[in-house]
């Protein structure tokens, strides 16, 4: 949500890291579930269940409270669209979209209209989409997602998605992962590291970038 966009930026992080979905219309909106049940009121709204986010228009999910479950202080937080989250962050800082779903053309065309494609780097674990991006704008920075066995054989698929990062889970990352990658030019991003011990080690790894729920910690402690 746009406040947590801006405590980000306060603390003066790197960039700002968001996930984002379609709504029914095709409108890009800031959301990490595929459903709405968790971390909005669209049960209580609507009824039922499982209600997905593209089963909505971008006005009715512009209605939903996404702070409220969270805490009382932030009841009444809406839903960003991409384009107003990237209009907050990229103002003073850069962003990492990571897209949950969603074609490359509706994206590549956002960033271009905002100009801010020097001001973001796109990620996904569908390395597909991210070979459509390249593609569409060849100087669009690409991270390459992935949870699993890090391998020279995943490393050269990502470079061949055009990918320049790779944004790996961190039960996967180890000192041997961080030369492969750095051996094919690529950057190594480690996902979700709250813990500054494992923080520290994984720094003496060389990696070059960490995502963290924990910012704030992360700066004071490594």
């Given amino acids: ?15 700002v890291e968001l996930d984002y979905r379609h709504s029914a219309d095709g409108v890009p909106v800031v959301f990490h579930d595929e459903t709405l049940d968790r971390s909005t009121d669209a049960v209580v709204r609507w009824g039922g269940q499982d209600i997905p986010l593209a089963s909505r ?6 209605r939903l409270d ?3 479950w969270f805490s009382p202080e932030f009841a009444g937080t809406r839903l960003p669209t991409l384009e107003e989250a990237l209009a907050l962050i990229c103002r003073e800082s850069r962003c990492m979209i990571e897209r949950k779903a969603g074609d490359a053309k509706t994206c590549v065309e956002l960033l271009r209209r905002l100009a801010v494609i020097d ?29 699993e066995p890090l391998t020279p054989e995943s490393l050269d698929r990502a470079v061949a998605s055009g990918a320049s990062i790779v944004g790996w889970g961190d039960a996967w990352v180890a000192r041997e992962h961080v030369a492969l990658a750095h051996g094919r030019g690529m950057r190594v991003w480690v996902w979700t590291v709250d ?15 960490l995502i963290t729920n924990a910012p704030a910690m992360m700066l004071d402690e490594t």
């Fill in 1 to 15: 949500t746009l406040p947590a966009f801006s405590s980000a930026i306060e603390l003066g992080v790197d960039l």
């Fill in 57 to 62: 228009t971008a006005a009715e999910l512009g």
């Fill in 66 to 68: 996404a702070g409220g």
């Fill in 119 to 147: 001001r973001v780097v796109v990620t996904a674990f569908d390395w597909a989409f991210l070979a459509e991006c390249r593609e569409l704008a060849p100087e669009l920075t690409l991270g390459a997602l992935g949870d």
């Fill in 195 to 209: 813990d500054p011990i494992r923080a520290r080690g994984l720094i003496g790894f060389g990696v070059d970038g």
